[in-house]
C-alpha cells in the first residue's frame, strides 16, 4: 500500500529543508558580496553561475550582485586615483628598477589594476543598465588619460634630459684630482644610472635615440676602462699612503715624475678616447718599477734600523760586569779602584770598538747605496737627500744617547743600589800620619778616578764623528780642525754635555759621591785629633795625646820612670780610651767605599803596649 501520510510529511519536510537552504544560500550572497575585495574576481565568481540552473529568486540575487562589484569597482578606481595624486611627485619604483622608468612601470601597474576589470566588465555590458556602466566607463577614461599624460611626461623629459647627459658624461676627463697626491676616476653614479635608464626603458618597448642606445651598449668596455683604471689609481694610492713623512721627502722626485705622467688622463682623456687600454698599462709598469726601488732602499733602510737598534741595546756597563761588581765571590778581597776603573775600561772600549765599525758602515755604505737605487750616483752628499740624512743623522744622535744615559744609570745604580743599602764596590787603605788619617788612594784621587769613570762612560760617544753639513761623510784627520782641541765640535760630545736627562742623571751621581765622601771624612774623624775643648778630662784627653806639645811632656815623664798617683790617674784614663778605639771596626762602609782602618787601629794599639810596659 501507498502511505500518503508518510508522502506527505516528507514532502513537507522537503519543502522547509528547501527553504532554509534557499534562505541561508541568499544570506550567504548578500554577506559574500556586501564587502568585496576585488570587483575582478567577484565578476569572475558571479559569471561561473550563469550556465547553472538555479532558482529564480537565487538568479534574481546573483543579477542584483553585479551593481556591488560595479560599485566596489569605482572605489578602486578611486583607491588608485588618490595613490597616484599622493605618490606621483615622488617617483615611486621598484628594488631593482631605475628611478624614471621604475615610476612608468609604477604608472603601468595602476594601470593594469583599473583596466582589467572594466575590459571585462564592458564585455558583459547586459549585467548592468546603460547608465550604471557609463559612469564607471567615463571615470576609468580620464584616470587613464592621467596616466597616459604622466607616462609621457616622464618619458619625454627624460629623452631630451638625457641626450645632454650622454654627450656631457662622454666629454668628461677620466680622472680628477682631489689633491696633489690622490685622485679619483671619473666614473659618476648618474652616468651608470643613465644607462640603466636606457636598458630599462629600451626594454619597455620605448623608441630612444641612437645615441643613448649606443652608449648603453657600450657599458660593458666602458665599465672595463673604470674598473682597470680604478684598480692603477689604487695602486698609486696605496703606495703613497704606505710611505712616511720621510720617504715622501726621499722620493719627491719620483712621485713627481708619477704624478705628471698621470697628466693625460686628467687632462684629455675622457671615455670615448682610444688607447685607454695602454695607459694604464705603461702606468702600472712605472708603478712596477717605483715599488722594486723602493723596496731596495728598504732593504738598506732595515740594515740602518738594525745598526741603530743594535747601538740603542749595547750596554756599555753590561749585567755582568754589574753583578761582578755589586756580588764578588765570598772569601775574595774587594778590588781597588783602580783596577775597577780597569774593568770598566775595558767593557766600554770593547763595545765601542763594535759600534765604530757599525756606525761608519751606515755613512760610508748604506746610504750612498741608496743614493745609487734611486739616483744612480753614489757621492754621500746628493742635495736631494740632505734632509734625508738629517733624518738618519738624527736617529743615530737618539740611539748614541739612549746608550750613555742607560750606562750613566748603570753607573748611579752601582754605586747607589736604588731600593737597598749601598753596597762598597772597592776598598781604600788607610794611613796615620802626623795626628791624621790618610786613605791610599788619596781622597781627591779617588775623587779624580770616580770622575773619570763617568767621564769615560761620556767620552765614548767622542768615536762616533758627525756628517759633514748635508751629506753622510764623517769628518777625518783629513779635516781641518779634527784633530785640534776643537775635535768635540766635529762629534756627538758636545750633545751629551748638552743633553738635559744626561745633566740630570750626572747631577745625581756627584750628589751620591758626595755622601760617601762626607761619610768617610765622619769616619776619618774617628780616629783623627779633636779640636773640641771638653769640660771633663777623658772627653778633653783624646785632644792632649795628640798635641805634639803634650806628647813631648809625656815622652819626658815616661823617661823619668814616674811612680805618683798622678800619673797613675792618666794611665787609667789613656787605658780607658785605647778600649775605646780597640772596639772599633776596622773596616767601615762610606757608602760605596769600603775603608779600611787597619793600619790605623795598630798604631794605637803599639801606643797601648808601650803604656803597658811603662806601667
Same mark, same amino acid.
Given at each position: ?23 541561508? &544560500?541568499?544570506?550567504?550572497?548578500? %554577506? ?5 575585495? !576585488?570587483? /575582478?574576481? *567577484? $565578476?569572475?565568481? +558571479? ?101 597616459? &599624460?604622466?607616462?609621457?611626461?616622464? %618619458? ?5 634630459? !638625457?641626450? /645632454?647627459? *650622454? $654627450?656631457?658624461? +662622454? ?101 670615448? &678616447? ?342
Amino acid at each position: 500500500k501507498i502511505n500518503y501520510q508518510k508522502i506527505k510529511s516528507l514532502i513537507v519536510e522537503y519543502n522547509t529543508s528547501t527553504k532554509e537552504i534557499n534562505e541561508k &544560500t541568499i544570506k550567504l550572497i548578500e %554577506t559574500t558580496f556586501a564587502d568585496l575585495r !576585488s570587483s /575582478e574576481s *567577484a $565578476f569572475e565568481l +558571479l559569471q561561473k553561475f550563469i550556465n547553472l540552473q538555479s532558482l529564480d529568486h537565487i538568479s534574481e540575487q546573483l543579477q542584483k550582485r553585479y551593481s556591488n562589484v560595479l560599485s566596489t569597482y569605482l572605489k578602486e578606481l578611486n583607491l588608485n586615483k588618490d595613490i597616484f595624486e599622493r605618490d606621483k611627485m615622488l617617483a615611486v619604483f621598484g628594488k631593482y628598477q631605475p628611478p624614471v622608468s621604475g615610476s612608468i612601470v609604477w604608472k603601468r601597474a595602476l594601470m593594469h589594476r583599473v583596466k582589467g576589470p572594466i575590459v571585462k566588465f564592458v564585455k558583459c555590458a547586459d549585467k548592468w543598465t546603460a547608465d550604471e556602466l557609463k559612469s564607471g566607463k567615463e571615470e576609468y577614461k580620464v584616470f587613464a588619460k592621467t596616466l597616459d &599624460t604622466y607616462e609621457k611626461e616622464k %618619458t619625454d623629459q627624460w629623452i631630451k634630459s !638625457s641626450n /645632454e647627459k *650622454a $654627450f656631457k658624461f +662622454l666629454k668628461q676627463k677620466i680622472l680628477v684630482p682631489l689633491d696633489k697626491y690622490h685622485f679619483k676616476v671619473n666614473y659618476s653614479l648618474e652616468f651608470k644610472l643613465l644607462i640603466r635608464e636606457t636598458k630599462h626603458f629600451d626594454t619597455l618597448g620605448f623608441q630612444l635615440p641612437k645615441t643613448i642606445l649606443n652608449i648603453a651598449l657600450q657599458e660593458r668596455e666602458y665599465f672595463q676602462y673604470a674598473d682597470k683604471l680604478t684598480k692603477m689609481i689604487q695602486e698609486y694610492h696605496l703606495i703613497v699612503e704606505n710611505l712616511s713623512p720621510i720617504e715622501m721627502n726621499l722620493y719627491a722626485n719620483q712621485l713627481d715624475h708619477l704624478t705628471t705622467n698621470l697628466s693625460p688622463a686628467i687632462n684629455s682623456f675622457n671615455l670615448n &678616447t682610444l688607447g685607454i687600454y695602454d695607459f694604464i698599462n705603461g702606468y702600472r709598469e712605472e708603478l712596477k718599477h717605483f715599488v722594486e726601488m723602493k723596496n731596495k732602499v728598504d732593504e738598506k733602510k732595515r740594515m740602518i734600523e738594525d745598526i741603530i737598534e743594535y747601538i740603542e741595546r749595547t750596554d756599555l756597563i753590561s749585567p755582568e760586569l754589574i753583578e761582578k761588581v755589586l756580588f764578588p765571590k765570598k772569601d775574595v778581597e774587594l778590588i781597588s779602584l783602580s783596577a775597577l776603573y780597569s774593568l770598566f775600561e775595558a767593557q766600554v772600549e770593547s763595545e765601542i770598538v763594535k759600534l765604530e765599525e757599525k756606525y761608519r758602515k751606515i755613512g760610508d755604505t748604506m746610504l750612498p747605496q741608496i743614493e745609487f737605487v734611486i739616483y744612480k750616483k753614489q757621492t754621500g752628499r746628493h742635495p736631494n737627500m740632505v734632509i734625508y740624512y738629517r733624518y738618519w743623522e738624527r736617529r743615530i744622535y737618539n740611539a748614541l744617547m739612549k746608550m750613555i744615559l742607560k750606562a750613566l744609570i748603570s753607573y748611579k745604580m752601582i754605586l747607589s743600589r736604588p731600593g737597598e743599602r749601598p753596597s762598597p764596590i772597592f776598598k781604600v787603605n788607610t794611613e796615620f800620619n802626623y795626628m791624621k788619617v790618610i786613605t791610599n788612594p788619596h781622597q781627591n784621587e779617588l775623587r779624580v778616578t770616580l770622575n773619570n769613570l763617568m767621564k769615560l762612560i761620556k767620552d765614548s760617544i767622542i768615536v762616533f764623528p758627525r756628517w759633514k753639513s748635508g751629506s753622510c761623510n764623517v769628518y777625518s784627520t783629513k779635516d781641518e780642525g779634527f784633530e785640534s782641541e776643537d775635535k768635540i765640535n766635529y762629534t756627538y760630545l758636545r750633545d751629551v754635555n748638552d743633553n738635559t736627562a744626561i745633566k740630570l742623571i750626572t747631577v745625581e751621581i756627584s750628589e751620591i759621591k758626595k755622601l760617601a765622601f762626607s761619610r768617610l771624612e765622619k769616619y776619618k774623624s774617628i780616629w783623627e785629633e779633636d779640636k773640641g775643648d771638653y769640660q771633663d778630662m777623658y772627653s778633653n784627653f783624646k785632644r792632649i795625646i795628640w798635641n805634639p806639645k803634650n806628647k813631648f811632656k809625656i815622652d819626658k815623664i815616661l823617661e823619668k820612670n814616674p811612680t805618683t798617683s798622678n800619673f797613675e790617674f792618666f794611665i787609667e784614663y789613656f787605658n780607658g780610651f785605647l778600649k775605646d778605639f780597640e772596639s772599633q771596626a776596622p773596616e767601615m762602609n762610606a757608602s760605596f767605599i769600603l775603608v779600611d782602618f787597619t793600619n790605623v787601629k795598630h798604631a794605637y794599639i803599639n801606643l797601648h803596649a808601650t803604656m803597658i810596659r811603662f806601667q
